[in-house]
């Protein structure tokens, strides 16, 4: 807001100003004065993702309104159609102040960050006592065109794992798998061995959804040894559905899906019907991340008490042990210039990403309420059994705003347990051994840019078709050509380009 620098018509002396300014005082108290704490707080509008059943609790948002001293008005969205939602959100003009991006969407709002519509942070960040020690590389990872918009949210480079009911294992004496036909091998055994011992064949081995990335196709496709989106051979780049090992993977969904060992609709199942398939005891198997382990736990045991998971992150396929993985972000808040008009509005939404890092918020947002949710001993976190669940309604959704969950050394760690979520953040830290990068990272493509969305469906309509059995082979690979015809070559050429120029 401009000063207004007009001269006054008459003169106002000391005494006098002091008078008005005490009667305007006593006058107002009964209005203007109980609202003036709540008026001077930060309004901030924030789109975000809701991998729990439920948002945090109203108690957990007032203290964090409390400390940051803002006022948030969070649109939680489920995050089976956060996608939707958030292209609805752009095309429909009405983004709020703050939005969500995932990494594996990002790529699609890069035209929308080239056209201005949402602002450049980089430039402020160094403002900020905590933003300033974000990792430069992560960021850079992220930036546009060498510019950076987005606060990234930390995590491993990859989680990805096999969640499998342990109980069922020991029902019918077997092990944990720990090579592709062994796994094959417990997912049979668990759709037509009874493995609930209800004298019903009313089980599935495997329970998946219509994510041919964060489901479970990725994660097995490398565990048979396809790149991580590209490939780079000689002075070029493969995409990963042209190698044998892509179609190795969709054989062995094919299997699945023609012995009825997998759940029929899986194309159209959301991933809140795969957790349910999972929590209910209809499915055996779940693959994906590994943190989904504590939740499924937490919830299948309210259906059946005796119910026990356990984790295998080591599959041996033909290379070996190999994992694919993501940059060190799983998603990107990005800050809109339609919504946040003023560089100084700006600053107010990073100040209060930047309290989100201090001690006290960073460790409401991760661990809940001390003395509720938790306990701090000997300088450790001690997170009761008894309170999981707890944690699970109350605080668990707030784990999509904190930006670096694993660097961030305001955190309190947590004593070592053997927990469901514990065990899997050892995993996924034992899957640095052997992950899988994409190679294209960093590289650049505008017709990818631009064209990606509507291409990548070209080859997961084809992926989904061949998996069915609608498509054979040559007619997989005529969908390729087609992908190419429409635009792939030319993604192929520019990120060549790219990569030799590196």
């Keep these: 807001m401009k000063r207004n620098n007009a001269k006054l ?71 089976g159609i956060y996608f939707d939602k958030m292209n609805t959100a752009i095309t429909t003009n009405s983004m709020k102040k703050v939005t969500f991006v995932k990494h594996t969407d990002y790529i699609f709002m890069k035209n929308e960050i080239r056209s201005g519509s949402f602002w ?3 430039p402020y960040l160094e403002q900020f006592p905590n933003l300033r020690h ?51 091998e417990v997912i049979r055994r668990f759709t037509v061995d009874d493995p609930d011992n209800n004298g019903k064949r009313d089980t599935i081995g495997l329970a998946d959804r ?14 048979f040894g396809t790149p991580n989106n590209w490939k780079i051979e000689g002075q070029t780049l493969i995409p990963e559905f042209e190698t044998p090992q892509y179609m190795d993977t969709m054989d062995f969904m094919k299997r699945l899906y023609n012995e009825g060992l997998i759940n029929l609709d899986f ?41 026990r998971f356990t984790l295998v992150n080591r599959i041996e396929g033909p290379q070996g042990y190999r994992v694919w993985s993501i940059p060190n972000y799983n998603g990107l808040y990005l800050f809109s210039k339609k919504a946040i008009k003023e560089e100084s509005e700006l600053l107010q939404v990073l100040a209060f990403f930047d ?5 006290e918020v960073a460790n409401l947002m991760k661990y809940g309420i001390e003395g509720k949710h938790y306990s701090v001993q000997d300088k450790k976190v001690q997170l009761p059994e008894e309170t999981s669940q707890l944690r699970s309604t109350e605080v668990n959704a707030l784990h999509a705003l904190i930006l670096a969950e694993i660097s961030n050394p305001n955190l309190i760690k947590a004593a070592e347990k053997e927990t469901m979520w514990e065990l899997a ?48 082979k040559e007619d997989f690979y005529q969908q390729v050509e087609l992908w190419k015809k429409n635009g792939g070559q030319q993604i192929i050429r520019e990120y060549t380009d790219s990569y030799l120029r590196k």
């Design 425 to 472: 953040e050892a995993l996924s830290e034992d899957n640095n051994k052997f992950i899988v990068k994409d190679p294209a990272v960093g590289l650049e493509s505008k017709t990818y840019d631009e064209r990606s969305l509507e291409l990548y469906k070209i080859i997961s309509d084809a992926t989904y078709n061949y998996i069915l059995g609608k498509l054979n």
């Design 267 to 307: 194309p159209v199942t959301s991933k809140e019907m795969q957790r349910d398939k999972v929590i209910r005891g209809e499915a055996g198997i779940y693959i994906g991340s590994m943190t989904d382990v504590q939740r499924l736990s937490d919830e299948a045991r309210q259906f059946n008490p005796a119910a």
């Design 210 to 223: 219509n994510d041919l990335i964060y489901g479970a196709f990725k994660t097995l496709s490398s565990y």
């Design 134 to 184: 974000l990792s430069d590389d992560i960021l850079n990872q992220a930036a546009v065109d060498g510019k950076i918009y987005g606060l990234y949210t930390e995590r491993p480079s990859s989680r990805q794992g096999i969640i499998i009911r342990k109980d069922w294992l020991e029902a019918l004496g077997l092990s944990e798998p720990k090579t592709l036909d062994e796994l094959y």
């Design 355 to 359: 309290r989100t890092m201090d001690k």
């Design 9 to 79: 018509a008459f003169p106002i002396f000391p005494s006098l100003l002091l008078m008005v300014l005490l009667a305007a005082t006593i006058t107002g108290c009964s209005s203007s004065a109980m609202k003036s704490n709540q008026d001077d707080k930060v309004y901030i509008s924030i789109m975000a993702p809701l991998h729990f059943p439920h948002p945090p609790s109203q108690e957990v948002m007032e203290q964090l309104q409390q400390l940051t001293n803002v006022t948030l008005d969070i649109n939680w969205v489920n995050d």
């Design 120 to 122: 450049e942070i980089g």
